[in-house]
């Protein structure tokens, strides 16, 4: 039974499920034994869950988990600015986006995103242009990744399954990322 509840704390925390498990579970497990008609027992304390921010696990927090907790009236504005710097870039191939986080899920936009702001083509052969599936738009955002590293960036804190699942935060943390670098590009 507790190997179970390990089991699927670890999911919840891998697949990052929309559920927020309490922090600091702890079961009581007993181990009765029957040894020569008496029975003995043993108690021990098995932790199940330790802290956790939203994601899973405890960890420092950003400018974007302030503005999201503290000032989300201000979020709109950091949207609107963020929409404008991508969709200057994007133009130039006759492409604009509306919303960040479903119109990056598939990784298209942040490919070719990257080559505009890199001053690079991107091959049409080394990403899916149409992808047909979540692991085709796992792969795209990866090569994205991949693209940002290569052209100096520190690589990105989000998984490409975050921008894939339409993890606004996630999405916000790259393209910020994006338009500090890149705010000064024609």
Known sequence: MVAILHLLVA????????????????????????????LNAQKYQ??????????????????????FDCAPEKLAVVKKSLITFVNKHLSKLNFEIT???????????????????????V?????????????HMTSNVAFAFDLMQDVGLPKPKARPEDIVNMDLKSTLRVLYSLFTTFRSCA
């Open 11 to 38: 999911l919840v925390r891998h697949f990052r499920a929309p559920v927020r498990l309490p922090e600091n579970v702890f079961v009581t497990v007993v181990i009765a034994q029957k040894n020569g008609g008496l």
């Open 46 to 67: 098995e932790q199940i869950t330790s802290e956790y921010d939203e994601v899973g696990m405890r960890c420092e927090k950003d400018a974007f988990d302030t503005l």
């Open 99 to 121: 919303d960040l986080s479903s119109d990056f899920r598939d990784g298209v936009y942040l490919c070719l995103l990257m080559g505009l702001l890199g001053g690079f083509f």
């Open 123 to 135: 091959p049409l052969h080394e990403f899916h242009l149409t992808p047909q599936d979540v692991d």
